[in-house]
Nanobody, 126 residues
Framework: QVQLVESGGGLVQPGGSLRLSCVVS????????IGWFRQAPGKEREGVSC????????YYAGSVKGRFTISRDNAKNTVYLQMNSLKPEDTAVYYC???????????????????WGRGTQVTVSS
């Protein structure tokens, strides 16, 4: 059974940090491009960051570049999103997704995914 389970969300003050994790099971992580997406109330889902199969190539949306870092540990079946200098506009539900036949840029731009997690809430507020 394929599963992607996100964790690490929560309430944080502006300027704070959070580290999201996405643990996958039921498929071989190293054969999939992985992406983090987010959706705020009343807004469309957007690609935040995506990473290629080996972890050597990453893509970031302009709004998070320099603040967020995506990484993956295929041996642990886990993908991470380190989020620093958080802003209120980062508030959203964050989802991880896996896509087999793609690149990290295509995945983030198109929002396509073969498998999706259920999401974790991130709230940035004072």
């Amino acid at each position: 059974q394929v599963q992607l389970v996100e964790s690490g969300g929560g309430l944080v003050q502006p300027g704070g940090s959070l580290r999201l994790s996405c643990v996958v099971s039921g498929f071989s992580l190293n054969t999939y491009v992985i992406g983090w997406f987010r959706q705020a109330p009343g807004k469309e889902r957007e690609g935040v960051s995506c990473i290629n199969r080996g972890g050597s190539i990453t893509y970031y949306a302009g709004s998070v570049k320099g603040r967020f870092t995506i990484s993956r540990d295929n041996a642990k079946n886990t993908v991470y999103l380190q989020m620093n200098s958080l802003k209120p506009e980062d508030t959203a539900v964050y989802y991880c997704a896996a896509l087999r036949y793609s690149t990290e840029q295509v995945m983030c731009h198109t929002g396509r995914g073969d498998y999706w997690g259920r999401g974790t809430q991130v709230t940035v507020s004072s």
